[in-house]
Structures are given as structure tokens and as C-alpha cells.
């Protein structure tokens, strides 16, 4: 009986590395006009970002459906095999909903499901920790229970142009708004069980970095085998200078850079850049 690993399309796994890595995605769906594409399936980020720019309206995004978990689950069932789903922050969406109905549906008690409280790179440090253990011979039950206790420690930071994007859909109210729209003014932003708060501000790249260092402040976690992860929406030159300071800050890590899709890049907009990383826990 293998121990199988699931997730949603907002971890930014792109179709032929789930192929390789054997990770089943769960595409969630995304709106421009009359037109509905699969996330990460029918529209690329470079395309996705260019119909972005254009966009008179922001396209609208919703989660998977029960249906869209049943039948993998029951694929899953009658191979026999556990699945693991680390899905997208339920606070920021049904999708971690839909695969408890299905479970219910199921029946079948060798399926986990866990939300992540994270979305983009920090669910993938969480999938990507799943799959170590799982390949170190850690049985499914405590690979669950130690990314229910990790998930409390993962660290996403994120600088943006605007928090415009987040408020018009609907994710911040307007009084926090006014703050991404000061000139040259870059806010810094955080997931906090699942829900988006202002943490920092600088003042163009230079203050929004050293916004973000101070909110890592020393709990920033030196161990070699978790790479720390970077993130960008469209273009990666924000990106590029996080990545610089953070590692004259810290040291140099092992790392990941990946573009962030269609579904998070519609409510952060493009011009963001996010690192992702596992703070110290009691112990360590």
C-alpha cells in the first residue's frame, strides 16, 4: 500500500512535475469574463499575468469542487493506497471544504486531509516535507501529525506593489488599503492562520526589504535541509534583491524560486515578491 500526496493548483506544482514527482493536483478554477480556464492547466502565469494587465475587471477565482476529490479518492480507495491532501488555507477558501465532503463520501479511512492555514510556497514547503517523510519510511499517521505541527511554523512574507488587488477581492477592507496606495510606499503582508494581515511598509525596495528582515527578526531556522523558498508574481526583480539580502542577512540555503500562478497572482497582483521559510520551534 503506497502513501500517495495531494494538493490544489494554488501550490504552484506545475503538470509535469506532478507527473514526476507523483503528486496529484486538484485544479481550482479561474474566470476572465465568459471565459473559465483550469488553474495551471489551460493558462500558463506568463499568459495569465499579460491577460491580467489588460483586464478591465479582475477575473474572478473559485474553489474545487467535492466532485473534483471524489474521484481521486476513490481511485485511491480501490488501489488500495493512503492519501495525504495538503490543500490551500480553508480561511481563504472552500477547496479544503469540497475534500472533507468528499471524504465523508468516501468512506474510506486511509485518506488525510490537511489545511495547510498557507497557500503558494508555503504549501509547497509543506507537501515538499510531507514527501521526505514519506520517502524516510514515516508511516502516513505521523507524517500527518508532524505537518499539523509544522504548519504553525511556516513563515510567508510577502512585499507588494498594491493592496489593491487584495481588496477588490474582497480580502482586505478599504482602511488597510489606503496604505499600498502612498506613493513609492510598498506594503509587506503576511498569512496568519490562513488570513492576510499588514505586517510592515517601507519605502520603495530598499524600505520594503528591510521591512520584511525585521519582521523575520531571529527565529529565521538554519537548518540546511529545509530550503528556504522564493516566490514572484510576473517579474522576479523584486524577487532577485529579497533572495540577495535575505541570504547576506542569514547565510546561504539551500533555496527554490518559483513563479506564483493565476489563482494567488489575481488578489496580490503582479510585482510581488514572497519568501517562505520555517521558523525555530521550542526545541531548536
Do not use: W
Request: with cysteine; charged share 25%.
Amino acid at each position: 500500500m503506497a502513501i500517495r500526496f495531494l494538493t490544489d493548483s494554488t501550490a504552484d506544482i506545475r503538470p509535469e512535475e506532478g507527473v514526476r514527482r507523483d503528486i496529484e493536483i486538484v485544479p481550482l478554477k479561474l474566470q476572465f469574463g465568459d471565459y473559465t480556464y483550469l488553474d495551471g492547466l489551460d493558462l500558463d502565469h506568463k499568459a495569465f499575468y499579460e491577460k491580467l494587465a489588460e483586464a478591465e475587471e479582475l477575473p474572478t477565482t473559485s474553489q474545487a469542487s467535492p466532485d473534483d476529490f471524489l474521484q481521486r479518492f476513490e481511485a485511491a480507495r480501490d488501489q488500495g493506497d493512503t492519501l495525504i491532501c495538503v490543500l490551500l488555507a480553508a480561511a481563504l477558501s472552500g477547496t479544503c471544504q469540497s475534500a472533507r465532503i468528499a471524504q465523508s463520501i468516501c468512506g474510506y479511512e486511509n485518506i488525510y486531509v490537511v489545511d495547510s492555514t498557507q497557500t503558494v510556497l508555503g504549501l509547497r514547503l509543506l507537501l515538499d516535507a510531507g514527501i521526505r517523510m514519506r520517502d524516510a519510511g514515516l508511516p502516513a499517521e505521523k507524517i500527518v501529525s508532524k505537518l499539523e505541527e509544522m504548519k504553525g511554523r511556516v513563515r510567508l512574507l510577502a512585499v507588494v506593489d498594491t493592496l489593491e488587488y487584495l481588496h477588490k477581492g474582497g480580502r482586505l477592507p478599504a482602511a488597510v488599503t489606503v496604505v499600498g496606495g502612498l506613493l513609492k510606499v510598498k506594503p509587506v503582508i503576511t498569512l496568519d492562520k490562513g488570513a492576510i494581515r499588514l505586517v510592515g511598509k517601507g519605502m520603495g525596495t530598499k524600505g520594503s526589504i528591510a521591512a520584511v528582515l525585521k519582521c523575520i527578526g531571529a527565529n529565521f531556522n538554519r537548518d540546511p535541509r529545509l530550503p528556504v523558498y522564493y516566490g514572484y508574481t510576473a517579474t522576479d526583480t523584486l524577487c532577485t534583491e529579497l533572495k540577495a539580502q535575505v541570504e547576506k542577512a542569514y547565510g546561504v540555503f539551500p533555496c527554490e524560486v518559483h513563479s506564483v500562478g493565476a489563482v494567488i497572482g489575481t488578489h496580490v497582483g503582479p510585482n510581488a515578491a514572497v519568501v517562505v521559510y520555517l521558523e525555530l520551534g521550542e526545541d531548536e
